[in-house]
């Protein structure tokens, strides 16, 4: 009589269940991650995401990062629609060049300007639909024109919000991608 090997019928019952729910869900590519040679002094790695699309994604930059010899890659796509608005985007950005941000004045102004309470309160406002002064004041907290025109002026300073039209202010199209993912910067610091 042949003993059985529960542990490997686990195992398989298990690599059986990820395929079928990657099936399931659309998501293929659901072995675990493994690290590919080096190029240069990149390790690409392999089956990261159980998205096999997104694994060759992660694949295919490790290897261009090393191959271009840059520190790393920064992919981001999105879409975001919200107030009769939507702003779509994809972007590959070295992160060598990312980094040499941090020492700039212009980094700094963003930075110490959104870093403000009541200025991230307003683009959270205004990301979700653009709104006059008047209608800032009536009805989302702010206690004068005076204390809304005291936030947008660094907001409008840096490009951050705009007029739109007549005297309506939003965010720009172009800058709700630096805005959320400044927020995603947020949430990866802080595990949110």
């Not at 002094?41 to 699309?53: F, G, L």
């Not at 879409?79 to 700039?104: C, H, P």
Request: aromatic fraction near 4%; charged fraction near 25%.
């Amino acid at each position: 009589m042949e003993e059985r090997n529960y542990g490997a019928e686990i195992d398989a019952l298990r690599d059986e269940l990820r395929e079928i729910k990657g099936l399931l869900t659309g998501e293929q590519g659901n072995s675990e991650p493994e690290t590919l040679p080096m190029v240069n002094h990149v390790h690409p790695m392999r089956n990261m995401h159980p998205d096999k699309r997104l694994s060759d994604l992660m694949e295919e930059m490790c290897t261009n990062a090393g191959t271009m010899n840059q520190s790393g890659l920064v992919t981001s796509l999105g879409v975001f629609s919200s107030g009769g608005r939507q702003s779509n985007w994809i972007d590959r950005l070295d992160a060598g060049s990312l980094l040499k941000l941090a020492g700039t004045k212009e980094a700094e102004s963003v930075i110490g300007c959104v870093g403000n309470g009541d200025r991230l309160n307003l683009l959270m406002i205004l990301l979700n639909e653009p709104k006059t002064v008047a209608e800032l004041v009536e009805n989302h907290g702010y206690t004068s024109t005076g204390q809304v025109y005291h936030h947008l002026k660094p907001l409008m300073a840096n490009g951050i919000v705009c007029e739109e039209s007549r005297g309506r202010y939003a965010v720009p199209y172009d800058k709700v991608k630096g805005l959320l993912l400044l927020l995603a910067g947020v949430s990866a610091l802080t595990g949110e």
